[in-house]
């Protein structure tokens, strides 16, 4: 389904301002040309929505693709501070991060997750849909269950059908910028239990990523590429990730 063998994903969330947003973008598109990159690997820049329009235009003639942060499931209306879809859409955008673990503790929930991703696959656009269990799940035992639930919740009422891609970011709550990344062969048992059920999505592993350890989770045939936070704030570092992938 997917027409990439791997996707890189980078959040840029609230660090960088317009400014330092534009620059990374130039330098990450500069080192990008400047190196053998795998025309197969997919390169994805989530910058915040004040940047975004620059952003769009500095990568407006590159193969690095614009994701955004989230979004809202009207196209227009009255709901102040949201951000519209079709409007992501007029400036290239192609991939939409929901149900961060930073936006469910801000209030974000499994049915607001579902909304915007029935919206973000009725615009044709791919959901990047953000699940993982907390520390104290995990010792509970319970990772799986909880896994599985936000990821039903989340796709509940979609009509998948094969133009449709889904990809499933699994970010242990735990490991996200901890600069711990969680033990590759757990998070591969993870992305075969989440597959088991829905064999038509791609996931792919966020949390603490980095160039030293890219590989030990691209490397396994379930994981398919990784959502990057920190170690996306640096042009060198993050395009040292991506060929290391």
């Given at each position: ?223 398919e590429g990784a959502l990057v936070g920190g170690a996306s ?13």
């Amino acid at each position: 389904m997917q027409d990439w063998e791997q996707i890189i994903i980078a959040n840029w969330k609230m660090q960088l301002n317009v400014q330092e947003s534009v620059k990374q973008a130039k330098q990450i598109k500069k080192l990008v040309d400047n190196n053998k990159i795998n025309a197969a690997t997919k390169i994805v820049v989530a910058p915040s929505f004040l940047a975004f329009s620059n952003v769009a235009e500095v990568l407006s003639d590159s193969r690095i693709i614009l994701g955004a942060q989230d979004s809202f499931e009207e196209d227009k209306g009255a709901y102040t501070g949201e951000i519209s879809l079709k409007n992501l859409q007029t400036l290239g955008c192609k991939f939409v991060i929901l149900g961060h673990s930073e936006r469910r503790l801000l209030g974000e929930t499994n049915d607001m997750v579902n909304r915007k991703a029935k919206a973000v696959v009725n615009h044709g656009l791919i959901p990047v849909i953000c699940v993982g269990e907390s520390i104290t799940v995990r010792q509970e035992n319970k990772s799986e269950e909880f896994v599985i639930n936000q990821v039903d919740k989340a796709l509940q009422d979609i009509n998948i059908q094969d133009k449709y891609k889904i990809i499933i970011a699994y970010e242990p709550i735990w490991a996200i910028g901890s600069g711990h990344a969680m033990d590759p062969q757990t998070s591969s048992q993870m992305a075969k239990f989440i597959k088991q059920k829905y064999n038509f999505v791609s996931v792919i592993y966020g949390g603490s990523a980095d160039p030293d350890n890219i590989h030990e989770f691209t490397k396994l045939e379930d994981i398919e590429g990784a959502l990057v936070g920190g170690a996306s704030l640096d042009a060198k570092t993050f395009v040292e990730l991506i060929k290391n992938s």
